[in-house]
């Protein structure tokens, strides 16, 4: 059973948290990682997605 934390963060606040310069290079780098297999999203938005064991 997944845990759940709380409310997920915005593209812009990942952003900031691991030094990337806009809100499109965190959809760039979370895309790759959907391609991969090692997150999904359950809608649209990225703050549905989930990770991946």
């Known amino acids: 059973m997944p ?3 709380g409310t997920a963060l ?3 606040q990942i ?3 691991v030094g990337l310069t806009s809100a ?3 959809h760039y ?3 790759r990682l959907e391609e991969r297999g090692l997150v ?3 809608s649209r938005r990225w703050r549905s997605c989930q990770l991946l064991t």
């Open 24 to 26: 499109s290079s965190v």
């Open 40 to 42: 999904r999203r359950t």
């Open 3 to 5: 845990q759940r934390c």
């Open 10 to 12: 915005s593209l812009r």
């Open 15 to 17: 952003a900031e948290r």
């Open 29 to 31: 780098q979370l895309g």
